[in-house]
């Protein structure tokens, strides 16, 4: 479950921030982390923590729930 959960939220991103243009370069900088641990995130393989998704929420200009729409549908 906990995968499926990391997987769907990265899923999320990674639909934003394709929406958007923007890269994974981009998202490091905002989140202040090296370009290979947001590939990882994005990827699904390590988690998001939670205060990574509201500053990337902030900086997209978008509410976190978008990125949390996976929690709705489990619940």
């Known amino acids: 479950m906990h995968n499926d959960v990391r997987a769907a939220i990265a899923a999320e991103v990674r639909a934003e921030l394709a929406r958007q243009n923007k890269t994974q370069r981009e998202i490091a900088e905002v989140l202040r982390l090296p370009q290979p641990s947001v590939q990882r995130r994005l990827a699904g393989k390590i988690p998001f923590r ?14 976190v729930e978008r990125f949390l729409r996976v929690l709705e549908r489990a619940a």
């Open 50 to 63: 939670g205060e990574e998704l509201v500053t990337l929420a902030d900086a997209l200009g978008v509410p």
